[in-house]
């Protein structure tokens, strides 16, 4: 129920080993934010410095309008839930997810009377929740969780998907403005993932507050986020919603990280003639033409070297006469069930993944696409994305930032710092 | 352009709607005429493993070689005669201890093992005659007090090196390291002056050596630093965005969690000052009103003399010592291996 703000947020640990640089983020009231980025792009470090439990190197972090780079997390008004779930082993899950609530104090007011005993004013006073209130707020998580009958067991008696479940319940309970979730599904394995990620969405109805959830799976940040934040080597790649980020990646990076399986990638250079944009392929002339080709027009793209991105799922089957497909030779093939996974190679020795939807063919047909068969791809120009040669920026975003090389990470795997936590 | 690259079948695809050619169609139509590759096959038999020619193998071995039971049984054999043989030679003193403690018909070394004359005149003597219920009164209150002193220390150490992160950490961990090196027996003289001018040796002794046992408490950090390191780190982050402080997280979280070391920590505490003789006695120099049972009991025997006099005596004090100590063991001793190992392994 707070609107968060991160200010030029920075982290610096030791001297000079930057993990999160010039971080500026408004998140909305209510809004689900996911940062998703590869392992060590500072994700979880920003979030960990909105909870509190990083010192912020630079710049100031807001939470509902108060400067908090200074409050220790339990005055912060956030909860967060953990990718090992954190549970105090010692306490039963009634207790458990009691805890917040047995250390919180909240305001009463407290009438001020003079010597006669008249009432002359109000004081603000605070106290601990009793009992009672605590068992109520408990059983009204256990219950929309689906917890209630865990109440009386200890942690270790119970499975992976129940334990977060008790967690998020710990998180509930305080009421927080602020809900941080550190890769809460990680632990749990691909079907309750999948199962956890739908209660989750529900679960957010019901709970409605600001959520920052931090994953490296693709798949969670686009089916959960309102808007996703999605991170390299300490900086922010692109802001946007799910759909933004799949349909206009704001450069190379972002293009292949969202997505599954991979976007293809062909090193290529776009022409221009009378007609409009065109690249060539494989030895295949393509044009670039409709939504796209009017795109590049407007902005008046000068024809130059880039990275053509394609992703799999909008390449299809095509055959010999159409003028603009590309040759190719299947090498693995993948069934997938609702789809049929590709491994092509074109004549020219590029090697892309498509992508088969299995529901328009024959069974005879879907037996014929294996090892060794030639097939033809093509593509609708709509579906295309060009990114600078130089820089892997995206021709038609502006203000995208470059992409940054790997050397930040590498620096990383050498800082004294990770040696010192070795040792310890 | 590259037709010739490719080899095997090809797989046009025309969309429903457009009307597909007449050798599609065809082709189509006549299902069987096209081959699906027989990879498939091929990767089966890559996959089963021959298995059959390694079981011939190992019944050949068998038959060659001593069975591997009777192998272990000579083995185990060997193993148990020694450790019988290390047991034997580990609890004969204590057995001679007992039995000394019980011999009546005399008071000074012999050189028999059994008793002629059994009876507890020697304990009876111990309590009654000598200054030992003063010494054992001593040496329980040092224990007591260094128990507990020492595990608030220990333990709020050991807690801040596997929790906070701070400069000069390491250098610090290092530098405790490299001073438990020295024997505690450097510092001897330099105590003793200390002491001396605080009015705390002869008969104060025991409380001069509360504080040197106290002092260095936090040294010995080490296992239960070990142990709480075992303890997620995460477990204290979550407990401090749900609002608890540093205290209570220690005190509500990490301690009930780490029993076994609190136990072991405070038994270590406790059985310092019985075992502590070099220390004690130099403490108390002459005054036998601030010795501790150690140091007494040397005392009783210290010239030829006192030794042919007291020597079953001292015996008795001995095993009047070790009860306290073992029974604390015997109830406690679940927790002491939990600690011990549990602060070894990193879980």
């Known amino acids: 129920m707070a609107e968060v703000v991160l200010e030029n947020v920075k982290k610096i640990y030791g001297k000079n080993v930057v993990a999160v640089k010039d971080f500026n983020l408004t998140i909305k009231d209510k809004e689900f934010v996911v940062f998703v980025g590869p392992s060590g792009c500072g994700k979880s470090t920003t979030l960990r410095m909105i909870a509190g439990l990083e010192d912020i190197?630079?710049?100031?972090?807001?939470?509902?309008?108060?400067?908090?780079?200074?409050?220790?997390?339990?005055?912060?008004?956030?909860?967060?839930?953990?990718?090992?779930?954190?549970?105090?082993?010692?306490?039963?899950?009634?207790?458990?997810?009691?805890?917040?609530?047995?250390?919180?104090?909240?305001?009463?007011?407290?009438?001020?009377?003079?010597?006669?005993?008249?009432?002359?004013?109000?004081?603000?006073?605070?106290?601990?929740?009793?009992?009672?209130?605590?068992?109520?707020?408990?059983s009204e998580a256990a219950e929309i969780l689906g917890i209630t009958e865990y109440l009386g067991r200890r942690p270790r008696e119970l499975s992976g998907g129940q334990k977060q479940r008790v967690a998020i319940g710990r998180a509930m309970v305080k009421d927080a403005a602020v809900f941080l979730l550190d890769e809460p599904l990680s632990n749990l394995d691909a079907k309750l993932r999948a199962q956890m990620r739908s209660e989750l969405i529900e679960l957010r109805k019901r709970i409605d507050t600001t959520f920052i959830y931090v994953t490296h799976d693709q798949v969670e940040a686009m089916t959960l986020a309102d808007r996703i934040v999605i991170m390299k080597d300490g900086v922010i790649?692109?802001?946007?919603?799910?759909?933004?980020?799949?349909?206009?990646?704001?450069?190379?990076?972002?293009?292949?990280?969202?997505?599954?399986?991979?976007?293809?990638?062909?090193?290529?250079?776009?022409?221009?003639?009378?007609?409009?944009?065109?690249?060539?392929?494989?030895?295949?002339?393509?044009?670039?033409?409709?939504?796209?080709?009017?795109?590049?027009?407007?902005?008046?793209?000068?024809?130059?070297?880039?990275?053509?991105?394609?992703?799999?799922?909008?390449?299809?089957?095509?055959?010999?006469?159409?003028?603009?497909?590309?040759?190719?030779?299947?090498?693995?093939?993948?069934?997938?069930?609702?789809?049929?996974?590709?491994?092509?190679?074109?004549?020219?020795?590029?090697?892309?993944?498509?992508?088969?939807?299995?529901?328009?063919?024959?069974?005879?047909?879907?037996?014929?696409?294996?090892?060794?068969?030639?097939?033809?791809?093509?593509?609708?120009?709509?579906?295309?994305?060009?990114?600078?040669?130089?820089?892997?920026?995206?021709?038609?975003?502006e203000d995208a930032p470059v992409e940054t090389s790997g050397e930040t990470q590498q620096k990383q795997e050498e800082l004294p710092h990770k040696k010192w936590h070795r040792i310890s | 352009m590259t037709d010739e690259l490719f080899e095997g079948e090809v797989f046009e695809f025309y969309p429903a709607s457009e009307e597909k050619p007449q050798e599609i169609v065809e082709m189509e139509a006549a299902e069987d005429t096209f081959e699906i590759s027989a990879m498939p096959e091929v990767a089966i038999a890559d996959m089963v493993p021959a298995e059959e020619p390694e079981e011939n193998a190992e019944e050949g071995k068998k038959k060659k070689h001593i069975s591997q039971r009777t192998k272990n049984r000579i083995l185990n054999t060997i193993i148990h005669i020694v450790l019988a043989v290390m047991c034997v030679v580990w609890i004969l003193p204590f057995i001679g201890i007992v039995f000394e403690s019980f011999r009546c018909e005399s008071t000074g070394v012999v050189g028999y093992i059994l008793p002629k004359q059994w009876g507890f005149d020697n304990y009876v003597r111990l309590f009654k005659e000598t200054n030992f219920p003063r010494w054992f009164g001593n040496t329980l209150m040092m224990g007591v007090v260094t128990a507990v002193v020492q595990t608030a220390f220990q333990l709020a150490v050991a807690y801040v090196l596997s929790r906070f992160r701070f400069k000069g950490r390491k250098f610090l961990m290092n530098l405790i390291l490299v001073f438990g090196m020295f024997p505690g027996f450097l510092t001897l003289i330099l105590l003793y002056t200390w002491m001396y001018d605080w009015h705390l040796t002869d008969a104060n002794a025991p409380y001069g050596l509360i504080i040197i046992y106290v002092a260095s408490s936090g040294m010995g950090y080490y296992i239960a630093k070990g142990f709480f390191d075992t303890?997620?780190?995460?477990?204290?982050?979550?407990?401090?965005?749900?609002?608890?402080?540093?205290?209570?997280?220690?005190f509500k979280l990490i301690l009930p969690l780490s029993k076994p070391i609190v136990i072991y920590t405070i038994l270590m505490g406790f059985m310092g000052p019985w075992g502590d003789f070099v220390m004690a006695s130099f403490m108390a120099n002459n005054a036998a009103d601030g010795y501790n049972v150690a140091a007494g009991l040397q005392w009783l025997i210290d010239t030829p003399a006192k030794k042919n006099m007291n020597y079953t005596t001292f015996c008795a004090g001995g095993v009047v010592v070790a009860l306290p100590i073992t029974v604390l063991f015997l109830l406690l001793q679940k927790y002491y291996v939990a600690g011990v190992t549990g602060g070894a392994v990193k879980g």
């Open chain 1, 57 to 138: 190197s630079e710049g100031t972090v807001k939470i509902g309008g108060r400067i908090v780079n200074d409050l220790k997390p339990k005055d912060r008004d956030v909860s967060m839930v953990f990718q090992n779930y954190a549970l105090y082993p010692n306490y039963t899950i009634f207790k458990n997810i009691a805890f917040p609530l047995t250390l919180m104090r909240i305001p009463v007011e407290v009438p001020v009377r003079d010597k006669e005993g008249n009432v002359t004013g109000v004081k603000i006073k605070t106290r601990k929740l009793t009992s009672e209130e605590i068992a109520n707020k408990v």
């Open chain 1, 237 to 397: 790649q692109q802001v946007g919603t799910p759909t933004e980020l799949f349909d206009m990646p704001a450069n190379l990076f972002v293009g292949e990280f969202i997505g599954s399986p991979k976007m293809n990638t062909f090193h290529t250079r776009l022409e221009r003639d009378e007609e409009g944009y065109f690249v060539e392929l494989c030895g295949v002339k393509k044009r670039i033409g409709g939504e796209r080709g009017e795109a590049l027009a407007a902005k008046n793209i000068e024809p130059q070297d880039v990275v053509m991105g394609v992703r799999p799922e909008h390449i299809t089957l095509s055959n010999h006469e159409d003028k603009e497909a590309i040759p190719c030779v299947i090498g693995v093939r993948e069934l997938m069930g609702s789809s049929l996974h590709l491994h092509v190679k074109t004549a020219t020795g590029e090697e892309l993944i498509v992508c088969v939807p299995t529901a328009p063919f024959t069974l005879a047909q879907i037996a014929k696409l294996v090892s060794g068969t030639r097939i033809y791809l093509t593509f609708d120009s709509k579906s295309t994305h060009f990114f600078k040669e130089e820089t892997k920026v995206n021709l038609l975003v």
């Open chain 2, 231 to 250: 303890i997620s780190k995460s477990l204290d982050e979550a407990a401090r965005v749900d609002g608890a402080t540093r205290m209570q997280i220690f």
